[in-house]
């Protein structure tokens, strides 16, 4: 039995070139079998760069390659749902970007779809399983810090191009969205259940996305998260950071 | 001409014995000269500890005290109106504990009367004085960190006895007016602005009072502070701390 998955990358973003195949070229049992893109020049030019055997001019091709096992959809947010439920349709397995979804119907309505195909949904939240967030996790596991009171978190840097897709309102973009989610995710994952309650402000731009979130999630042991998240850094910097206080 | 501050001390606080008398003994030209008690013994026995000259059974005698030019009130929240006034007719200096008042007309009242009588008037908010502050402020009128983007604080400890006053609603007591006054007036303090707008939840105990508070204060500039103060804290352990985001 052939234990190798076979991927495939929907668009040729620069997060599956920088993150995505050299993690599935290092894995033991994965490899990149096919790029796809809107413009066939691009795919080929890609699939060259990448060492990626195979490219196809558009999305549905790439699905109809047998071979293919799982996909990856590191689209922008507003295209998510469209393209991981016809992957599921096809029998394929689905890691999508995050933030997984625009909203939480479009969210049950992958779910839902990748369910009935049988196939797997994933969304890459890639911190969740980084060294430093698991030790964090199990140090909080093993009482080292006793109840959770309260998580601090931001993830902030300077603001995109203005034709940068993370600027446009209708494909989900906005700070909240591109960076804001990991400050929730990982709440979420180190307190270990959902917010009851939330506050939140957000100041848009004229590009129509919140080019600061700010907020406070209350979770149902009594924990909280403050974060904030902005794009409102000099061009240099960009900040990443989780605190996280126990009752000792 | 004689130079030296002659203080008077209304109450036994622990605090004043901890902090405040070192404090006055170490200075240039400050002298505790009287203490006073609604009980004269306990006035008597605190006197001769800390050799204070003067002791009396009641605040009233202390302000008629013709010697005294500066009062300490390290009352009770709930009573720094009543004895911050009656020490300004008298026409006494006023270092009064913090936070100075309960609510901000009576904050006003206070001043008004100070000014009337031609005496100060101070909060005794001590880390404006700190050195680890005041660098924090040089560095941040220097340009070090940009524009404030935001600050996190908190102050938070175990719970008082149920007897402590400031477990008691009516002589303003609670988390947030015990500790989490320090997070709210050091970040107006950093960022130099009133806030404009406020959002915040409290917690309320058994006792009446807030057992936690937890905000955000938003302030012109667009700057923010996320706080948090409780009363959750293992018993061993005490919080504090201020963190201020530039933009760079």
């Not at 993150?19 to 790029?35: M, Q, R, T, Y």
């Not at 799982?70 to 689905?94: F, Y």
């Not at 309102?169 to 180190?190: E, F, K, Q, V, W």
Request: charged share 20%; aromatic share 8%; hydrophobic share 35%.
């Amino acid at each position: 039995m052939n234990k190798t998955v076979h991927w495939g990358i929907l668009g040729c973003a620069r997060i599956a070139a920088t993150a995505l195949i050299p993690g599935i070229k290092g894995s033991a049992n994965g490899e990149v079998l096919s790029v796809a893109s809107r413009n066939v020049e691009k795919a080929k030019e890609y699939a060259r760069k990448f060492d990626i055997p195979r490219a196809y001019g558009s999305y549905e091709e790439l699905l109809d390659d047998a071979e293919i096992q799982a996909v990856c959809v590191p689209l922008p947010n507003g295209l998510h749902k469209e393209w991981t439920i016809k992957a599921a349709e096809k029998g394929k397995h689905v890691l999508c970007e995050k933030p997984i979804a625009c909203c939480a119907a479009d969210a049950q309505a992958m779910n839902d779809s990748c369910r009935q195909h049988g196939v797997l949904l994933m969304e890459a939240f890639a911190q969740r399983f980084h060294p430093q967030y698991q030790r964090a996790q199990e140090m909080i596991q093993e009482g080292r810090i006793g109840k959770i009171l309260r998580i601090t978190a931001s993830m902030s840097r300077s603001v995109y191009p203005a034709d940068d897709i993370r600027m446009n309102p209708s494909l989900g973009g906005g700070a909240l969205m591109d960076l804001g989610c990991y400050c929730i995710n990982t709440a979420r994952h180190l307190v270990g259940s959902e917010p009851v309650s939330v506050f939140a402000t957000q100041e848009i731009g004229q590009s129509g996305v919140d080019e600061r979130t700010t907020g406070t999630l209350y979770f149902p042991g009594g924990e909280l998260l403050q974060f904030d998240t902005n794009l409102y850094l000099d061009e240099k910097h960009f900040v990443q950071g989780c605190t996280v206080y126990g009752e000792k």
